[in-house]
């Protein structure tokens, strides 16, 4: 079991930056699980933002994203952040921290098991 809150949305604007955080809980040893970001716009399906694997610190990134965000995470505080830069309209959405033992750093979404309750983004002209 694992349990994921996130924070640090909020509003923005466009070509501005914000940071989200991802604290997770859980019982078990952190060395296989896979962390992700997912994210949903009104009307939108949920869509793959960013992944990191905790072991080897592999990473996986939608192109919509690539070049502006950065997923990391931290050890100790075991946190995962999204560093969002260069932020768009279309980056609006409600993001999503999700997580997974074993495996690897996986798009689909139907993969993993864990899930925050999500954090709002909005951006404006």
Same mark, same amino acid.
């Given at each position: 079991?694992?349990?994921?809150?996130?924070?640090?949305?909020?509003?923005? @604007? &466009?070509? /501005?930056?914000? #940071?989200?955080?991802? %604290? =997770?809980?859980?019982?078990?040893?952190?060395?296989?699980?896979?962390?992700?970001?997912?994210? @949903? &716009?009104? /009307?939108?399906? #949920?869509?793959?933002? %960013? =992944?990191?694997?905790?072991?080897?610190?592999?990473?996986?990134?939608?192109?919509?994203?690539?070049?502006?965000?950065?997923?990391? #995470?931290?050890?100790?505080?075991?946190?995962?952040?999204?560093?969002?830069?260069?932020?768009?309209?279309?980056?609006?959405?409600?993001?999503?921290?999700?997580? #997974?033992?074993?495996?690897?750093?996986?798009?689909?979404?139907?993969?993993?098991?864990?899930?925050?309750?999500?954090?709002?983004?909005?951006?404006?002209?």
């Amino acid at each position: 079991q694992v349990q994921l809150v996130e924070s640090g949305g909020g509003l923005v @604007q &466009a070509g /501005g930056s914000l #940071r989200l955080s991802c %604290a =997770a809980a859980s019982g078990r040893s952190f060395s296989s699980i896979i962390m992700a970001w997912f994210r @949903q &716009a009104p /009307g939108k399906e #949920r869509e793959f933002v %960013a =992944a990191i694997a905790w072991s080897d610190s592999d990473t996986n990134y939608d192109d919509s994203v690539k070049g502006r965000f950065t997923i990391s #995470r931290d050890n100790a505080k075991k946190t995962v952040y999204l560093q969002m830069n260069s932020l768009k309209l279309e980056d609006t959405a409600v993001y999503y921290c999700a997580a #997974r033992f074993g495996g690897v750093v996986y798009r689909n979404g139907r993969l993993y098991d864990y899930w925050g309750q999500g954090t709002q983004v909005t951006v404006s002209s």
